[in-house]
């Protein structure tokens, strides 16, 4: 049986574009072809298959052990002949329990193995496809990629990542309310890559803490060539995030540098992020000092360790700061908890108030009625004597 010169030629061409080993596709051949005889000829044959390379012959052979010739049937015909059949087909010199290859050569089989030659290479093409995209995904998770939003499946949004590479959106994975629009390009984060049966799956992410520092990395020089370290980020995707930041150098202001001239710096990573408010606040290894930092906008006057409580503290601030300390729905002490690792709990200054005058003529009025009591016979006027 022959495959062909042409399509052989085909072949050599595919696998040195595609990078497959000739052993590879030999062996994938073979044991599609092997698999094609038997559903061809029916049966569970042992059966050894060689594909000339070269010349395009395909022989294909049936290995039997030889047993004595007895009157009833073989026990196992498939892969069983007898010692009388055996030489009848020309070894005369086989003797009972060798093993022999007799070589077929079915009609029409050489038709069903050049279909089958052809469904082994695209098949191989494809899972080599899906290798080298996983091969190399796999290395990049944790990565910024761009990437083109073209399908909603059910919870899911599809994105492309390259011309081959389809990534998936979990519903999880998404900013709230943000609307997914095919056509649209979008910055995402590369949170997973795993290798399934129908291929890699790759898992992007909009609300990952990664993607706020891939674009703060992207965006301010200065934290891409480590003069500014990012120590911490904490993000409620597409409302709030907070930014722990540390200098290397003490001439550069970690705050002042990432948020830019008329923060035009930290309004470039924000608008990336459907207009997620992010507050850039200085790190410190002092934890007190550091929850101080995290509660900001708020201006937190007292912070002090809860003794009887690990890594809680209490923090005061005077009573016009409160709803800012704690912020919409408890946003901001929750993510600065979150920024801190530690637990926080939040109080208002009792404010000692100044008198007032009207508060002077009502002590004065007191007074005057006790000295009227003290003295029933004198007047108000004899007070003033």
């Given at each position: ?6 399509f ?20 994938s051949?073979?044991?599609?072809l ?16 060689k ?23 073989l026990?196992?015909p498939d892969?069983e ?31 069903i ?14 899972d ?8 190399d ?10 990437g ?5 499946e ?5 994105v492309?990542l ?38 890699p799956?790759?898992v992007?992410?909009r ?5 706020l520092?891939?674009l ?5 020089p ?17 409302a ?9 150098d ?16 930290i ?9 997620e ?24 006057s ?36 979150r ?37 029933p ?9």
């Amino acid at each position: 049986m022959q495959l062909g010169k042409d399509f052989m030629l085909a072949l050599e061409q595919i696998t040195k574009e595609r990078n497959l080993s000739a052993e590879l596709i030999a062996e994938s051949l073979q044991h599609a072809l092997g698999s094609a005889y038997k559903k061809y000829q029916g049966g569970n044959q042992n059966l050894e298959v060689k594909v000339n390379f070269e010349s395009g012959d395909i022989s294909v052979s049936e290995v039997r052990t030889v047993v004595k010739t007895t009157d009833g049937p073989l026990e196992s015909p498939d892969t069983e002949i007898t010692l009388a059949d055996a030489k009848n087909l020309g070894f005369k010199k086989v003797t009972v329990g060798e093993i022999i290859n007799i070589e077929k050569n079915p009609e029409d089989f050489g038709r069903i193995a050049a279909q089958t030659a052809r469904q082994v290479i695209i098949q191989r093409l494809k899972d080599a496809e899906r290798q080298a995209i996983y091969d190399d995904f796999y290395g990049r998770v944790g990565e910024m990629m761009t990437g083109v939003v073209f399908k909603a499946e059910d919870d899911h949004i599809l994105v492309r990542l390259t011309e081959k590479a389809e990534a998936i959106l979990p519903k999880e994975e998404r900013i709230p309310r943000e609307k997914y629009i095919p056509g649209e390009r979008m910055k995402f984060y590369i949170l997973d890559v795993r290798q399934t049966t129908r291929g890699p799956r790759i898992v992007v992410s909009r609300t990952h803490p990664g993607l706020l520092r891939k674009l703060m990395e992207l965006e301010i020089p200065e934290i891409r060539d480590g003069v500014i370290e990012i120590k911490n980020i904490v993000r409620e995707g597409g409302a709030r995030a907070k930014v722990a930041l540390a200098t290397n150098d003490s001439n550069v202001d970690p705050v002042g540098a990432c948020v830019g001239n008329d923060g035009s710096r930290i309004k470039a990573v924000s608008n990336e992020l459907a207009g997620e408010k992010i507050d850039v606040i200085v790190w410190s290894s002092d934890p007190l000092i550091y929850i101080r930092n995290a509660l900001s906008p708020a201006k937190v006057s007292k912070v002090e360790p809860v003794l009887n409580q690990d890594r809680a503290v209490q923090v005061y601030v005077y009573p016009g700061q409160l709803s800012l300390a704690i912020g919409k729905s408890g946003q901001n002490v929750r993510l600065s908890a979150r920024l801190t690792n530690w637990k926080i709990d939040i109080g208002a200054i009792e404010v000692d108030r100044m008198p007032t005058l009207s508060d002077i003529f009502h002590e004065i009025g007191d007074d005057e009625r006790d000295a009227v009591k003290a003295k029933p016979e004198g007047s108000l006027g004899d007070l003033f004597k």
